[in-house]
């Protein structure tokens, strides 16, 4: 499967953003699908993820609450809905899949094999 993530861009802080995956070669359903972020200087940081079956979610503590993760399999993509950004929330945003991951398992970048080419998300103060 290839992923490409978009929606990305410059925003104040306390706006929104939605970023989008879109899958191409294989249907999205068939994986279970992360966002992860990197800033300048940090490891790579576990968002959100959504379970293959079920729709099972998972967050991340810096965006639970303010994050939200959904799949659309008609349009062949996941969704990071962002809100009450801040400016920590700099970054770059990617979009993983992995097939058949346990639960303990989504937050671990490792445990996905296909990875987006990351969009970059500036949040201004």
């Known amino acids: 499967v290839q992923l490409q993530a978009s929606g990305g861009g410059m925003v104040q802080a306390g706006g929104s953003l939605r970023l989008s995956c879109a899958a191409s070669?294989?249907?999205?359903?068939?994986?279970?699908m992360g966002w992860f972020r990197q800033a300048p200087g940090k490891e790579r940081e576990f968002l959100a993820a959504?379970?293959?079956?079920?729709?099972?979610?998972s967050y991340g503590n810096s965006v639970r609450g303010r994050f939200i993760i959904s799949r659309d399999g008609a349009k062949n993509q996941v969704l990071l809905q962002m809100n009450s950004l801040k400016p920590e929330d700099t970054a770059v945003y990617y979009c993983?899949?992995?097939?058949?991951?346990?639960?303990?398992?989504?937050?671990?970048?490792?445990?996905?094999?296909?990875w987006g080419q990351g969009t970059l998300v500036t949040v201004s103060s």
């Open positions: 070669g294989r249907p999205i359903n068939s994986y279970d």
């Open positions: 993983a899949a992995g097939a058949r991951l346990i639960l303990s398992s989504l937050s671990d970048a490792s445990q996905y094999a296909y």
């Open positions: 959504i379970r293959r079956t079920g729709g099972t979610t």
